[in-house]
């Protein structure tokens, strides 16, 4: 069931009751792109697809989260986004916003589930553990709700990782030097 259903209602007042955020690991709800008695997909080629796929299927509980009404029912529940890069996040809600606008411009029905924009929303409930942050990231933090949103992780043990050079990345990221 969608993030939305009753099904879940006891589970996000007990992240309440207990302060727990809930964590949403990047690419979550990625389909099995594998099919019995195909032929089997080339890993580096399986891996870039994923990587471009992610910037849609790593926001899906953000949208359906806010727009299901989940945060207008939990107003302390927090949802972080790891292991994923956060450039998704300023088109993102954007995009949202202006859905949530049209709607209610048009009838106004999504107000009963989503009553204040999706970016206010994300304000108050949404933070970002990023694992692969970039320096166009940095740059662009405040479209993002700022540095009190973002958590640096370093992706151990993926290939993509910066460890053990994670303090030289951080570094480079930071302040735009070339890494050595």
Not at 87 to 106: C, E, F, R
Not at 139 to 162: C, L, W
Request: charged share 20%; aromatic share 12%.
């Amino acid at each position: 069931p969608m993030p939305f259903d009753p099904m879940y209602e006891p589970f996000w007042s007990v992240l309440e009751e207990l302060d727990m955020p809930l964590v949403a690991h990047g690419g979550s709800g990625l389909p099995n792109v594998t099919v019995p008695g195909a032929a089997p997909i080339n890993p580096r080629l399986l891996t870039t697809l994923i990587a471009q796929e992610f910037k849609f299927w790593t926001p899906r509980p953000l949208w359906m989260m806010i727009f299901g009404g989940v945060f207008e029912r939990h107003p302390k529940l927090r949802l972080v986004f790891t292991d994923t890069a956060c450039d998704w996040v300023p088109s993102t809600l954007a995009s949202m916003d202006t859905s949530w606008q049209k709607a209610y411009d048009n009838n106004g029905e999504l107000l009963e589930f989503c009553p204040r924009r999706p970016s206010e929303y994300w304000q108050e409930h949404c933070f970002l553990g990023n694992s692969l942050i970039s320096r166009d990231e940095v740059a662009h933090r405040e479209e993002m709700g700022g540095i009190d949103k973002m958590m640096f992780g370093v992706d151990f043990p993926h290939i993509e990782t910066s460890w053990p050079h994670s303090l030289n990345t951080i570094r480079a990221v930071l302040t735009g030097n070339d890494l050595t």
